[in-house]
DNA sequence: CGATCCTTTGATATGTTTCAAGCTTAGTGG
DNA sequence: CCACTAAGCTTGAAACATATCAAAGGATCG
């Protein structure tokens, strides 16, 4: 939040790429000049609304977001959660037509790069180009192990392994504290992200309190006992690539 | 696969790029000469196994193959099914450590590109990087698609929703002649994609057929009523994204 | 032509949903 | 500051879609 007051609100995004994709120093420096505006929007905007031919991407700098779909029959399913300094539309630069909704979590910031600047800064920059891609390709692993916690993994499981997911989501964007978070995500659309009604998930999170593995206040989780939340909720967190940095991502 | 014996076994997935996102004469050049070796392997064959560290990408030239995750109950949840002409493990080029298996099912002939080759060639030309980039972000669209597909459908939706896009998927690849295709999966493996038991899906499939939605024989579909399959599947095949050559992507 | 894998069918079990109602919390206006 | 309201949480009972278990029937391929 101290960059969007400082001036520079793109500085967060050029962190996360260069976290995963080596970046020069002008491709920083042209990151940080995409043009852009920044914008305070209050919780259930929504960013998208699925079909919207958009123009724009935008940047995540504060506060929680979700992408979703509704089914013919009115169901909502929530694809991913997204939290602060991410990249929520990234594919809209090259797929126009949204295939999907887009709304706010909470109350956020956000910065707005028409889909243009993105275009055209790809083609002249291909290290940037190499970073959005694999930031892409994160969010198609989470994708994937979505598909899998949805598919295949019984009620419980389901809970635990979101649960999981955002702690270490949250803790890697260095946005917790000791072993507590706050999800402001109600019942039910805890229950539209893990496939299950609101009703079965109330019973879910009672039964993970009472068995101690988490307590709760509110919308604040706190992690009684991470060993048995992976276990319970079959969490791997290799799908979330946290390390890419860490020495190879590129074919150097 | 006369691309195969012709000796330009890549002809293909420069084709598919193209449609993507324009290329130059010099990219699609410079696609063609991507190092690479072909090979004809068997059905059932794993080209990747979850956990492995991969050093090359390998692009389907003829057959399918799928994506799966064995959860720790040891369920199978399949991901996505390809068919030939894609790329099955782009993602390997950038986040080598795999976070799932990648088998065939049927006999392939694939051809596999070191990922290094194709590391260096997204640096060297940002139009190439941009195609590949495009074709990861509608892997990611259908595999959203599919998240709904397992969290939101009851078990006809689903079937007739997968039906409804490997059809479709064929029909774009020029992979069907008429209304019938060949869906070399059993009813264990359509299962494990669409998040049921085996048991189950062969009951639907029955139901369908009753209906005159489909016909089958053997492992051929034959649509006999696509808008009431459509209908049935809750299918908008807006996420394939296959107008997305058609006059956009690009920032242009 | 024997063996294996796959499909089909029936009967029963179960996890999750649906429906319904009471309860708590947070927000709003008097 | 309290009353009122709406939204969300919690709990129970009943219904239902899908899973599980089991066994027989076909297809495919050495």
Redesign the interface.
Known sequence: MSAILTGRPLAPLAERLARL?PLSEAERESLLSLPHTIRTLAASTHIVRD?DRVESCTILLSGFAY?Y?I???G???I??VHIAGELLD??H?????A??GLQLLTDANVAVVP??????L??????I??A???D??????I??????N????NSR?RVAHILCEIFLRLQAAGLVRGQRYILPMTQEQLA?A??LTSVHVNRVLKQLAEEGLISRDRRTIAIEDWGRLK?TG?FNE??L?HD?GGG?????
Chains 1, 2 share one sequence.
Request: with cysteine; glycine share 10%.
């Open positions: 994709s079909g992408r779909k089914t013919g029959e169901a909502r399913q694809i991913s990234l594919q630069c090259f797929l126009p037509i295939d999907h889909r243009q600047a993105i275009g055209d790809v083609l002249a920059a291909p290290g180009a190499r959005f891609w694999v892409s390709l994160i969010d198609a692993a994708f994937r192990e979505w598909v899998v949805v598919g295949r993994r499981a539209d893990v496939g276990r079959d290799r799908y690539h890419v190879l991502g590129a074919a150097t």
